[in-house]
């Protein structure tokens, strides 16, 4: 499986950014896909999380309202778009891709396969 993740960068407090990861490897379509970031010195924590099929959405409480997920299967690509970004919200933010089909990707436990990171900055 290979997971490219890309779309992070430097943004101001308030800005928007959009992540995109392009998969390769797997049927994609049967696979639930994840976003999780690592801050420093923190312990990687699943973000958001989109079922195979797209029906069924998860977000940690602190990006709800204003993080949404979403996937395109004919692309193989799940993207993050992320606005009213907060200082915060700076870390590195990964992709995963759940090991289960025809799964919800709402459990942290079920994701094995990882994109290389890309690095959001967010200033104040």
């Known amino acids: 499986v290979q997971l490219q993740a890309s779309g992070g960068g430097l943004v101001q407090s308030g800005g928007s950014l959009r992540l995109s990861c392009a998969a390769s490897g797997r049927p994609f379509a049967r696979y639930a896909m994840g976003w999780f970031h690592q801050a420093p010195g923190k312990e990687r924590e699943l973000v958001a999380a989109?079922?195979?099929?797209?029906?069924?959405?998860y977000y940690t409480d602190s990006v709800k309202g204003r993080f949404t997920i979403s996937r395109n299967n004919g692309l193989s690509t799940v993207y993050l778009q992320m606005n009213s970004l907060k200082p915060e919200d700076t870390a590195v933010y990964y992709c995963?891709?759940?090991?289960?089909?025809?799964?919800?990707?709402?459990?942290?436990?079920?994701?094995?396969?990882w994109g290389q990171g890309t690095l959001v900055t967010v200033s104040s």
């Open positions: 989109i079922s195979w099929n797209g029906f069924s959405t």
């Open positions: 995963a891709q759940s090991t289960s089909t025809y799964s919800t990707g709402s459990s942290q436990a079920e994701y094995n396969y």
